[in-house]
T-cell receptor, first 114, second 116 residues
Framework: KQEVTQIPAALSVPEGENLVLNCSFT??????LQWFRQDPGKGLTSLLL?????REQTSGRLNASLDKSSGRSTLYIAASQPGDSATYLC?????????????FGRGTQLTVWP | NAGVMQNPRHLVRRRGQEARLRCSPM?????VYWYRQLPEEGLKFMVY????????ESGMPKERFSAEFPKEGPSILRIQQVVRGDSAAYFC??????????????FGEGSRLTVL
């Protein structure tokens, strides 16, 4: 059964720092990996999607990498801002009979203070 | 292009009542997924539907829970005889048909159910 773990569970940093959020998964047979942002009481906003054949994706100050063989992904946030404060969720999509499922980690709760 | 629309955003029910949660997918999307987020827990898959068809309901409790996605209208997640443990945020996601599908899911704002 696929299990997704995110480290750290919480992170508090001053504005301007470069950050690394980690995600690991136990089954490398994935269709893709998606990073989301969730603000308190809100829905999920998709940040980056990496297909299983890709190594990384970039969007603005965000860069996500995928090492499928080792079951790891990293979300890199450059020059963090207070507006980046949110919970960041990593999710992997299964293959075959589990294609319809995303398996989520519990998230990293990020606080960026001015 | 409106995103995934869920309603109601907040719902309060007493134990034993029924809860109905609705989800309208993004325009052009024919796949719908329901996820549940219990307090202090991660999101868990419940069910995956296409129009008039349940593809995978392995994450949904066998009793009291049902889901449908009719030919016309929104997808509905129905919880009968609610109990306090059903209190959670229920998220709906959608994606395009598989032939044009990068596999990206787009989520709604969620429906927050509170059972008194």
């Amino acid at each position: 059964k696929q299990e997704v773990t995110q480290i750290p569970a919480a992170l508090s940093v001053p504005e301007g720092e470069n950050l690394v959020l980690n995600c690991s998964f136990t089954d490398s047979a994935i269709y893709n990996l998606q990073w989301f942002r969730q603000d308190p009481g809100k829905g999920l906003t998709s940040l980056l999607l990496i297909q299983s054949s890709q190594r990384e994706q970039t969007s603005g100050r965000l860069n996500a990498s995928l090492d499928k063989s080792s079951g790891r992904s990293t979300l890199y946030i450059a020059a963090s801002q207070p507006g980046d404060s949110a919970t960041y969720l990593c999710a992997v999509r299964g293959r075959g009979s589990t294609l319809g499922r995303l398996y989520f980690g519990r998230g990293t709760q990020l606080t960026v203070w001015p | 292009n409106a995103g995934v629309m869920q309603n109601p955003r907040h719902l309060v029910r007493r134990r034993g009542q029924e809860a109905r949660l609705r989800c309208s997918p993004m325009k052009g999307h024919s796949h719908v997924y329901w996820y549940r987020q219990l307090p202090e827990e991660g999101l868990k898959f419940m069910v995956y539907l296409q129009k008039e068809n349940i593809i995978d309901e392995s994450g949904m409790p066998k009793e009291r829970f049902s889901a449908e996605f009719p030919k016309e209208g929104p997808s509905i997640l129905r919880i009968q005889q609610v109990v306090r443990g059903d209190s959670a945020a229920y998220f709906c996601a959608s994606s395009p048909s598989e032939t044009a599908n990068t596999g990206e899911l787009f989520f709604g704002e969620g429906s927050r159910l509170t059972v008194l």
